[in-house]
């Protein structure tokens, strides 16, 4: 990765202003290489929001070729410290914009919100010439750790936006970084959401017509994982198919909940496929008596390999075979 451009811009409530820096930051620089490298990566292995350039004005803004870098930056930041000033639920932070390459040529340009939070730090102080070590003190303006993500932002690669978006309540009413920031209104669900709506419809049909949880638990994770890695969807048929099987009445219950709830029967992944794909290549069995399991999604409904007994007491049994060795951890 290739730094080309990049800097960072304060948001201050206490002195109502932004603090525009002047100047870029060195992009040869180890810790800044490594911060931005780090925080991109968090960036796009998250679920994001992807919108066509298009759709946005301030996005077609930030990768316009037309100003200087730090111009454009200062602009943005102005505009954002406008929007957010008279929310206090919205933490402060500093804005950071950059613009790099990868090993391909690939151009990367972005803007999140680096957001504060507090640690309490010691400093060394002197007292009548006395070194004095003991002092503690609260430092309120530490960046986030670039490992642990951005609440909101946006990079933008070719014409697509890969966004991570925050939702903010208050007496002012909502605020949203997709809605005030990148001025697009629609009203687009995050694919987890969906997801989740289609597991509790799962969940609902399945309890109608006594099957298993687990039976329909791990029904849908192999579903699910197949349609990621055939056709890079999620595909709400194929849930149906797998978990209901021949109960044709139970299938077209469970659809048309999602029809009902706005749920398309096929929600395609875009750029999110590695994300999902690697959310779904395993899933975690906890049994009650404190075992968990974790199997490959693909081994979920093989009895070669893991079988479910219903015992005569109405207890379950999980028989694991074909094991040669077991590898253990310390």
């Excluded at 690939?106 to 919100?113: I, P, S």
């Excluded at 398309?264 to 290549?281: D, M, S």
């Excluded at 109405?314 to 253990?328: A, C, D, F, H, P």
Aim: charge should be negative.
């Amino acid at each position: 990765m290739e730094i080309k451009n990049a800097v960072i811009n304060v948001m201050n409530r206490e002195i109502n202003s932004a603090v525009f820096s002047q100047k870029e930051l060195d992009g040869r620089d180890q810790i800044v290489q490594e911060y931005i490298e780090k925080l991109v990566k968090k960036f796009l292995n998250s679920e994001c929001l992807t919108l066509d350039l298009a759709a946005s004005e301030p996005a077609q803004y930030l990768v316009g070729q037309n100003e200087d870098f730090i111009e454009v930056a200062e602009k943005l930041t102005q505009f954002y410290f406008e929007a957010i000033k008279t929310w206090e639920e919205i933490p402060e932070g500093d804005l950071l914009f950059f613009r790099i390459e990868d090993g391909y040529g690939k151009t990367y340009t972005g803007m999140v919100k680096l957001d504060f939070s507090a640690k309490y730090i010691h400093l060394i102080d002197y007292d009548d010439d006395n070194l004095v070590t003991n002092k503690i003190s609260q430092n309120k303006t530490i960046l986030p750790n670039p490992g642990q993500g951005v609440s909101c932002g946006i990079i933008v690669k070719d014409q697509t936006c890969f966004i991570h978006n925050k939702v903010y309540q208050g007496i002012q009413g909502k605020w949203s970084f997709l809605e005030r920031i990148l001025e697009v209104t629609e009203k687009k669900p995050k694919i987890s959401e969906e997801v989740a709506q289609v597991k509790k419809a799962l969940k609902t049909v399945s309890k109608k017509y006594d099957i298993e949880q687990y039976e329909a638990v791990m029904g849908a994770q192999k579903a699910l994982y197949d349609s990621i890695d055939e056709e890079a969807s999620l595909s709400s048929e194929r849930v149906a198919e797998q978990v209901f099987g021949d109960n044709h009445q139970a299938k077209q219950e469970f659809l048309e909940e999602l029809d009902q709830k706005g749920i398309q029967r096929e929600i395609a992944l875009e750029a999110n496929t590695p994300v999902f794909e690697r959310k779904y290549q395993k899933q975690k069995l906890k049994l009650d008596n404190g075992i968990e399991i974790v199997v490959p999604a693909e081994l979920l409904k093989n009895k070669d390999y893991i079988e479910f007994v219903t015992n005569d007491d109405g207890s379950l049994s999980v028989i694991l075979k074909k094991i040669e060795s077991i590898k253990n951890n310390f």
